[in-house]
């Protein structure tokens, strides 16, 4: 392939002092992005529709064995590192005065990290995880749980006394 001398030059300067081109490309690329996302999520959902419809007639045909266990093994995703997910709790209690529910904290906690909170899996995966550290650092002795007037159970940082 011959190159030309015009393939050798430097880029030409922009004709512009703003960056109006610039904002509206990269708001476009932002949108398209957004709706591939939106369009991505929207086909996880049939798929995994399409996976519980399968299941019910395999168990409809008299299929008895472990589907879990014809599974291919998937990689674990690690959502929070080491102690992260505990920081972050410590931090939501720290802040909040008022005794919150595990879903009031990982509302929270998606908020910060500025994650989608209209995800409801998530949320609801979150929220469980929630729930475990919470239970699990109330044997620590640092949070403790009281009940709501509604009978649920909520959470608070307990607080430490100056000796």
């Known amino acids: 392939m011959a190159y030309n001398a015009e393939m050798m030059t430097a880029p030409r300067p922009a004709r512009t002092d703003t960056f109006e081109h610039t904002i509206s490309g990269l708001l ?7 709706n591939e996302a939106e369009r991505i999520r929207d086909r996880l959902a049939e798929i995994k529709n399409d996976i519980g419809a399968i299941d019910r007639v395999l168990g409809a045909l008299g299929y008895a064995g472990d589907l879990d266990a014809a599974m291919p093994r998937q990689k674990r995703e690690v959502l929070f590192g080491r102690g992260e997910l505990s920081r972050a709790i410590y931090d939501e209690l720290r802040e909040e005065n008022a005794p919150l529910s595990s879903r009031d904290i990982a509302r929270s906690i998606v908020a910060l990290r500025g994650e989608d909170a209209r995800d409801r899996k998530y949320l609801s995966d979150l929220t469980k995880r929630v729930s475990k550290a919470l239970r699990s650092m ?11 007037a509604r009978g649920n159970r909520v959470w608070q940082r307990r607080l430490q006394l100056n000796r």
């Open 28 to 34: 476009k690329k932002r949108a398209d992005s957004f």
């Open 138 to 148: 109330l044997k620590d002795g640092n949070i403790h749980a009281v009940t709501d």
